[in-house]
């Protein structure tokens, strides 16, 4: 059973689209990671979720049931900006929260407050944007909730910091629950999430786990002796997911079966092959970006 | 969510209990300094017959004095003025108030009555002339008391009135995702509201208590009248602030302006609706406009008049109707806290 | 067991066989000894700030290439596969990986076969002049 369950979800503002049939499963117990670039969607795809936006059609499921207001004591989440009362001072965030949810506990708030250097009698107000961050990440993990939505939980964090909640994110995995959270730091979703999405203009580009897609995604290149050349429809081949050259250079990404497009590509005529690892940086970039603009891609159907 | 609303709450009411505070302190510095000055003189007196009728002065002079008490302790200071035909007795109980008897000799002062507070001033014809009397400790009718709380009610009731507004505003994730149905946070935030503005009605009243007793004994009456007044009261404030909180349910800035403007606009309608303007078409077209506009505005039903008594004279008494005003405010109040409750589930943040 | 494991995220190689080659290497080394116990899987995560599942998949692998055992309740410990290389035979092969990769690259910016040796002989001089 997924701990959520996204299908299909559109969220169309007149006649923009910022979610666009976008669908994704988070297995039970499981970190995923959402990249894409800004103004994917990423975050309306967090406030549809929760219900703070109006979906315009598509179904969200948490625990295989809808949502309804009960869901929200299994559910810890950590907004984009600071929603903290600017009047209100953090011990009095966290009594709000002891009110509020049945399973929050006081004293590991406080506990992770003094972790990140957040005086609780201070008022949000006096807060840097670091520390109103720090605040909410605090308050969302003293919920002991078994499912986490956490959009951009390290923005504003100093490094330490930003170590410290991917920390939090990595125990909570330890302890069995489920976290969902977007992130511009490739880096960091690369140590703590065992699956990705990418998602880009309200879209999923991209899915899977990091391990096997960093494993199964390759660049080969390789430099052929002159401007003239043909690839023997490599780049047809259905493990060539792109083709790009420029001018002598050509650059192949490839899914599966590295070795044996290289041995293709040597084939052709092309020297100085090798294959090269991808980082989920290269991927991502990949998964979102036009091909590069000083190369032709090479279309599908031409060699 | 009604959390923080009560903090909210509680925080103007602590700015309230120093306004208060320093409002108690400056009545009871006046009234010492105006209205007791020195118990045996006549310096209160002017102040208390100020529509010039009895001049102190003129009493004063020429006139001799004499003290006396009577048999139960009181202490009499008579004044006459031979000359003028003026005859002064003041009583003075102390904490109890003061009794003052002017007796003109040949004035035929109009018959006259006023009450303010607990002071009293009432002219009479008399065989020979015309006597003002002067009572400082009157009963005074707890409406007025109820009426003043009222008043101050509706101010704290505008202060808080936009709760929603400030939840709109850079704080719905937090009111959106609590466990508990929007319905039920709507109505706990308003409660907690109508809480604290009750809280600044009972502090009023007590305001008006003390600064009545530093100076007097407590000499207040209360009867069903003014039960009537205090249920008015509470349902117009109530009507009120959930009207305000209708009108900016799904606002998210500029919910200043709209608290800001709903006295004036409010009391315009009241006024333009009752009022008679004229025939001229530009008159009956405002009348008419503002007609409807003054059912659904609750100053339209918050009126106190004074009270009559069978004979058609004032009975000192402050009275609201209620046969219509309470149902029209009751009405108006679930109506507009409906109104605001259903906006403010459809907000998306 | 010390923690002289370090991982990097920016590398195009998976978390897991990072892992999984840096245990290999540290038992082939001498670094861990057999019978020695590895940390938890929630530990070892910790540390490195790395996703549980991430370390647990480590130890699968390591559990298939028998380089470690895992009893339920007791924990991970370097066993005694008798396959274990000697420390040179390891430290040949992290060696010739090391080279494989420089001479890859030199066959990829077009060097000739005579240049790489030169480079090598140069090379050569350099790290053991004292074995002419």
Known sequence: MSSIKISNLRKTYGQFAAVDGFSLEIPAGSVFGLLGPNGAGKTTVFKCMLGLARTTSGVVLFDGKPLVPETFERIAYVPERSVLYEWMTVAEHVEMNRRAFKAFDPARALELL???????????????????????????????????????????????NQRHVLSLIINEAARGNSVLFSSHQIGQVE?????????????????????????DRKI???????????????????????????????????????????????NAGATGVRVVDLNLEDIFLFAVSPADATADVIAKGSS | MAYVEWLRAARCLKITAIVLGVALVLIVALEYTFLVGSRSSLSGVELHTSTGDVNARKILDGATT??????????????????????????????????????????????????????????????????????????????????????????????????????NDGHLEIALTSPAPRTILGLGTMLADFAGIAAAWLMTVAMLFLAHVAQNAPNYTYGPLDTEVIVLGFAGVLAWYAMLCAATASMRRAYGVVLGISWPVAALVAVLAKADLGDAPMAQL?????????????????HFGPAFTENGRPAGSLAVSLQNELPALLILALVYVTLAIVQWRRVEA | MPAVMTVDPRSGVPIYLQIVEQVKRSVALGILQIGEQLPTVKQLALDLTVNPNTVARAYRELEHADVIETSPGRGSFIRDNGSVQS???????????????????????????????????????????EEQ
């Open chain 1, 114 to 160: 003094a972790q990140f250097n957040v005086e609780p009698a201070k008022r949000s107000r006096a807060l840097s944007k670091g520390m109103r961050t720090a605040v909410m990440v605090a308050l969302a993990f003293a919920r002991n909730a078994p499912i986490l939505v956490l959009d951009e939980p390290t923005s504003g964090l100093d490094p330490i």
């Open chain 1, 191 to 215: 140590r703590a999430a065992e699956h990705i999405a990418v998602m880009d203009r309200g879209r999923l580009v991209l899915e899977g786990l990091v391990d096997d897609l960093k494993s």
């Open chain 3, 87 to 129: 420390a040179k035979s390891a430290a040949s092969d992290v060696a010739r990986d090391a080279l494989d990769i420089a001479l890859r690259e030199a066959k990829s910016v077009g060097l000739a076969r005579n240049d790489v040796r030169e480079l090598i002989d140069t090379g050569l001089d350099r790290w053991f002049p």
């Open chain 2, 66 to 167: 004499t003290y006396s008490t009577l048999p139960d302790g009181t202490k009499r200071t008579t004044i006459v003025n031979a000359a003028k035909g003026i005859r002064v007795t003041v009583d003075d109980h102390g904490y109890f108030g003061r009794h003052v008897e002017i007796f003109e000799r040949s004035v035929k002062g109009t018959e006259k009555l006023i009450g303010i507070g607990p002071v009293s001033f009432r002219r009479a014809a008399v065989p020979g002339g015309s006597v003002v009397t002067i009572d400082t400790n009157e009963p005074e009718d707890f409406a007025y008391l109820a009426a003043i709380a009222t008043f101050v009610a509706l101010i704290i009731a505008t202060i808080l009135g936009a709760p929603f507004a400030r939840q």
């Open chain 2, 286 to 302: 405002v009348h008419w406009g503002a007609t409807p506009l003054s059912w659904i505005d609750p100053f339209t039903y918050l």
């Open chain 1, 220 to 266: 080969v290149e390789g430099i052929f002796p002159n401007v003239t050349y043909t690839l023997n429809g490599i780049a047809n081949d259905p493990r060539v997911l792109r083709a790009d050259r420029t001018e002598r250079i050509v650059r192949l990404l490839v899914r599966d079966d590295a070795d044996n497009v290289a041995t293709m590509l040597s």
